[in-house]
């Protein structure tokens, strides 16, 4: 994921004074039809290791994209997923079933006390 800049307006400076807004587009689009997306918070995994069930979205064959962040134990923002180059226990990523359910997936070194996932279609 990341951010996208695009310009929408401009304003003209005459000496240290801004002018009037002018638009450079005429409308922006809904994001709904850009994308639909579901995001879904989660709370403290069990920090065993394993798979942590955080929700369940009704057609996984239509995700374009998936991105998401995990607050871990120590207070460490990671995104996901996030997968340790040397100690795969360490890492956080995500799985989703054939039937739509999203889990977590939580190595046995790693405690999540919180985050999001985010799915777009």
Request: aromatic share 6%; hydrophobic share 40%; no cysteine.
């Amino acid at each position: 994921s990341g951010t996208v800049w695009i310009p929408i307006a401009r304003i003209p400076i005459s000496g240290i004074t801004a002018g009037t807004p002018v638009m450079l587009v005429k409308q922006l689009p809904p994001m709904s039809q850009l994308w639909d997306s579901v995001t879904l918070p989660f709370g403290k995994s069990n920090g065993n290791g394993g798979i942590y069930p955080i929700g369940k979205i009704p057609n996984p064959n239509a995700i374009k994209a998936l991105n998401g962040r995990a607050i871990l134990s120590s207070g460490t923002t990671v995104a996901i997923p996030f997968i340790h180059p040397s100690y795969l226990q360490r890492s956080v990523q995500v799985s989703i079933a054939p039937d739509g359910t999203v889990n977590l997936l939580v190595g046995p070194e790693v405690a999540v006390t919180g985050g999001i996932v985010e799915i777009h279609f």
